[in-house]
Structure formats: C-alpha cells, structure tokens
C-alpha cells in the first residue's frame, strides 16, 4: 500500500505516538542507559565515569563481558573487568548495548494484553541479534558485532508498542507471517501507523546513531532496495536475514538455520561447501543456547527454589513465604491453607524475582531474622514488588524497636510485625490486607476499560484522518496528503540535496470512456489504473489522484533514469489492462528536482507538467 507511506510525514501519526506513549505502551529503555547516553554526549565524558554507572547495573556489566569475549571477536586475552570490555568495544556502542538490553528487559517486565505474543517478539529480537552479531565474524563485514547486535534487538521495538495498543488486531497480522515490507504495508491500511515509524521515533528521540538507524530502515525495504556495497545496507541485508531466520533459531531446527544462513551468506557475496555450513549451524546453536539460557536462568532458578503446596484449581490467592524457618513455614502452612491461600516458599531474591509476573501471588511475607537493613538490590526488589499495588507485603523482625523496622514501612511494607507472631494473628493481618487489594484490582480493571475504549476511540480517529488524506474512489492519496509529502520530502532537497522525482499522469481519451460506457466505467477503469500504480511504484513512494483522470507519482531518491524506467512500466501494464472498455493508454510526464533552479515542490510539478504536454504536443495530429 504505497498510498499511505507518507503517514508518517503527516501530523496525524505524531498524534497517535503521542495516544500512545500517554497510555504507556511504548517501550523504554533504563535509566542507566540514558544516563549513558548522556554522558557520551557531553564534553566531559571519560572511561572511568561510564564504568561507574555500568557497575550500578549487574546484567549490564554481565552482557558487557559476555559481548567482549565472544567467541570469533578481538583475540588476546580474556576481558575480565568493565574499563577493559569498554576500550574493546567503545563507549558509544556500550552505550547502544544498554538501550537494547534494557528495552527488552523492559518489554519482558511489562504487562501486556498478550503476553505469549509479546514475549515471543522479546525472544525473536534476541535470536535476531544473536545471528546477527555472529554474521559479523565473516570476512569483509564492515560493522561491529556489538552495534549489529544492539540494531537487531531494537529493529522492530515499534511492534511491541503496537501489540500493546492494538493487542487483538496486531496479533492477527503478526500470525500471517508477512515478510517486512509486506507487514508495514499492512499495518498502515489496518492500523493507520505501522511499527518502523514508531520504532524510528523512539530511536531519534534516544539519540541513536544516524548511520545504524539508516540500517535497520534499509533493512525492511523491499529486496531491490537493500542491494549495495555500502556500510549501511551491508548492515541492512544482515538485520533482515537476522529477522527471517530468528524463528528458526527460537525453535532449534538446524536444517531451517542452514537454509535462511546460506542465503543470508549469498547476500554477502560469500559461498561455503555443506560441510562448512552444518558447522557453522552448530556454532550458532551453541551461541544461542548460551544467551537463550542466562535470559531464562531466573525461571529455571525459580522452578527448583519455590515450593507450591496448595492445589492450582481451588486457590483463590498464594503467599510467597521469604526466608522463613523451615519448622516455623510448616507451622503456619495448615492455618493459610484452611483460609484458602497457597504457599510458596522461596530462600533466595532470584526466586523472587522470578515470582514477579505471577498474577495470582498477592502477599510476601519477608523475615529478616538479622538486624542489618535490606541491601541496595533487595531495596530495588522490595520497592517494584510493592509498587504493583495489587500486592500486598509483610514483613517479619526480631525487634519492631529496630531504626530499619520505620525503614522498611517508608519504602513500601504494608505491616511490619515482630517473627514470633501467630500464625493466626498473621492470617487475621492478611484479610485486613486483601480488602485493599481488592480496590486496587478493581481500579486497575476500570483502568484497563478506559484504555479499551480509548484505543479504540484514537483508531477510529486514526481512520478518519486517513480518510481525510485519500481519494475515495481509488484508495490512492489525495492533493492534500499530497502536498504534505513533497514539503516533507523537499526540505531533505534543499538541505542534503538528496534528489526526487515525479511523474505526471493524464489517462488518454477518458472523456470517451466517460461519453461511450457511462460513468460506472469510467470509475472501474480509474480503479484498475490505480491498482496498477499500487503494484508498479515502490514501497517509499507515493501515488495520487488529483482528481478526474489525473494522477500523480512522487519518487523519493529517484533520478531521470529511474523516472523513464517507471514511466515505461506503467504504460506497458495499464495497457495490459483487460476492461470492457478496451486498453487504457495514458500520457506521463516527469522531472527530476534541481535545488539550483527549482525553489519548491511547485516547480518540481510544474516542469513535469511541461514535460507532460511537450509529450502530448509532440504526437502525430496534435497540435
């Protein structure tokens, strides 16, 4: 659908990305990213100032090391501290790695209306980056492993926003398994805004570098655009066998990986034997399994550290016991269990942690045995599990006198009680407790309505905008989305002297058509031709009707000899038109921009019409 591409040059869609960040579906990076990329951007920025902030973080530092070390990157000797992993790689790509890490973690955190699809995108973005960076182990790539990575986990941020603001229809394209451009094309028609215009906003906004951003929307162009030598569409062929051969990955289906990776090396220019390829897949594997493995190392953790004693089917709501004494747990157990509640045992936070995106675990209940305060981690653990507010936590100490026992109360306990309370006592406290509970669901619910209604409320506007800006006979774009494409476009004219073309089309002798087979002919014969510049121009381009039996192409980054290869094409198929009222034949001018003579998009369309009626004057008979 090439009629609508110009959304993302049209008012409208910055008022949709707004809907949608006010409703808080778009995704977002961590504060130890930004502050990261914040510093890369001062004058004052050195080495050991990043390291600080990257220490603060201990899956940052972790992915850091594991990213400087591996296997097939620089040789030497392993990298063992950030400050070394940070000369390997370089701060700004450090500072790109926090991004992509840190959304993704953000992604995996949040609720969404369909979490098996949202976490499926999470897992693809990882496996994408995975194959990507393993990529830049051939010869003659000229990319670094660290920012392919980082460009293939943030390629498509913008379809997790969607499948959160449109859950129910997102999820229904999702599952054709469109390729990328055929899924943008989709998206515009269906949701008014597709997920690269998103995806490119947020990237702009974090101030991710031009070049890598130039890659991932080179790499969703369709195939003929993506050819080239250059460092950026190098980067844009291997983002995008990344993201076709990831699903082959998550799966584990070697044949499938040396199918997609054989093409992918083509790509490159690069031919290896069978034998070559069946080790690479194995390598690749082995690569994967060593990410797949540390994302999910809390899950596995969780698994073998929580105990649940209560039935799944009969359990209204469960407690997660902490650190509580294994004679004084089984005490209690029979007391919760005959109020109906299950219980969960957990020794360590990693299983806490793990316990996050359990809706059904409403209490924890903490015993700090010692008199020393929550550490900094805890703290931060402490303070999201309260901050749910559809939990509730208890937490048990020596001495309710103790200077951290007010503490605990001023980050989030709901109760603080001493560790020799019973078990009765306890359960009394957490019925008190499960009346807030129950507001703080029911808000949450009234919440989850208005967002209902709201997203629907912004499609339904998003529609009308759009049927504001397009032809409604043809679907094609209209004068006035028209006009906001070529200001758009002829701003990037006069400051990067990047070239544009158009084309002006008349259909030949249509008023025949109209005077000899009535107007609903003369209609179908505008549709089809309309059909035909839909299958004929390209995605970035953007065809118009003016209006009657007048069109108009606009061809970003196109020259003369690309605008007489469209021109000649276009009058071959409405030509192979089969209508009753016989071959359409049609009259096409065109002009490329000159920002020496041409001072706006008016002349551009003007020479083009000059053109035009040169063409027309120039037939045998006319005049």
């Known amino acids: 659908m090439n009629d609508e591409s110009v959304v993302s040059d049209t008012l409208a869609e910055d008022s949709l990305l707004l809907q949608i960040r006010a409703l808080g579906h778009l995704p977002s990076p ?13 004058d004052d920025v050195d080495l050991h100032k990043m390291a600080e902030v990257i220490k603060g973080d ?23 501290s950030v400050e070394e992993g940070l000369m390997r790689l370089g701060l700004k790509t450090v500072a790109g790695l926090a991004v992509g890490m840190s959304v993704i973690d953000d992604a995996v955190a949040s609720s969404a209306p369909d979490a098996s699809a949202y976490l499926a995108l999470c897992r693809h973005s990882l496996a994408a980056a995975v194959l990507a960076e393993w990529m830049c182990d051939r010869p003659n790539v000229p990319a670094s492993a660290a920012d392919l990575f980082t460009c293939a986990l943030l390629a498509r941020i913008g379809q997790l926003a969607l499948l959160r603001f449109y859950p129910e229809p997102y999820s229904v394209l999702l599952r054709l398994k469109q390729n990328a451009h055929e899924l943008l094309g989709a998206e515009r028609e269906q949701l008014g805004i597709d997920h690269q215009a998103i995806t490119l906003a947020l990237l702009q906004e974090w101030g991710f570098p031009d070049p890598l951003t130039e890659a991932i929307r080179i790499s969703e162009a369709e195939p003929e655009l993506r050819v080239g030598n250059d460092r950026s569409h190098v980067m844009a062929q291997i983002l995008n066998f990344a993201w076709e051969a990831a699903p082959a990955l998550v799966s584990r289906r070697p044949e499938k990986i040396m199918s997609h990776l054989e093409y992918g090396l083509a790509l490159l220019g690069q031919n290896v034997l069978a034998e070559e390829l069946s080790g690479m897949v194995g390598n690749i594997l082995q690569h994967w399994l060593e990410w797949d493995s540390h994302k999910q190392e809390h899950d596995h953790s969780a698994t073998s550290a929580v105990q649940d004693t209560g039935d799944p089917e009969t359990v209204t709501a469960q407690l997660l016991l902490v650190g509580v004494p294994e004679d004084t747990r089984q005490s209690w157990e029979p007391v919760f269990v005959e109020r109906g509640y299950g219980v969960l045992s957990a020794d360590s936070w990693g299983a806490v942690t793990a316990q996050m995106t359990n809706e059904r675990v409403e209490f924890m209940i903490l015993w700090q045995d010692g008199l020393r305060t929550l550490g900094e981690q805890e703290k931060r653990l402490f303070e999201s599990w309260v901050g749910e507010g559809r939990r509730a936590i208890v937490v048990l100490v020596p001495d309710l006198n103790a200077p951290f026992a007010h503490e605990l109360l001023e980050i989030g306990a709901d109760i603080v009680l001493p560790c020799t309370v019973s078990a009765t006592l306890l359960g009394a406290q957490l019925a008190r407790l499960e009346d807030k509970l129950v507001v703080a669901r029911n808000l949450e619910s009234e919440q989850s309505a208005h967002r209902k209604l709201l997203s629907e409320l912004v499609l339904t506007t998003r529609k009308l905008h759009l049927q504001a800006l397009t032809d409604p006979l043809t679907g094609l774009a209209n004068r006035r989305m028209a006009e906001a494409f070529l200001k758009r476009h002829w701003s990037l004219v006069e400051r990067r002297n990047i070239p544009l073309g158009c084309l002006i089309i008349d259909l030949d002798d249509f008023k025949r058509i109209n005077d000899k087979f009535g107007h609903d002919a003369g209609d179908a014969a505008l549709r089809a031709f309309a059909a035909v510049l839909r299958e004929n121009v390209r995605q970035e381009d953007l065809a118009v009707r003016l209006g009657g039996d007048e069109f108009l192409v606009v061809c970003p980054l196109a020259q003369v000899s690309n605008l007489e290869h469209l021109r000649e094409r276009l009058i071959e198929a409405a030509h192979r038109l089969t209508l009753e009222t016989g071959p359409l034949s049609c009259s096409i001018g065109f002009a490329e921009s000159d920002r020496n003579t041409m001072k706006s998009p008016s002349e551009l369309l003007k020479q083009a019409d000059e053109h035009l009626m040169r063409l027309k004057r120039s037939r045998p008979g006319k005049g």
Do not use: H, M
């Open 30 to 42: 961590s504060s130890t990213a930004l502050r990261l990329y914040a510093l890369i951007q001062s």
């Open 58 to 80: 201990v899956a940052l530092t972790v992915r850091l090391i594991r990213l400087a070390n591996r296997p097939g990157g620089n040789p030497g000797r392993p990298v063992a």
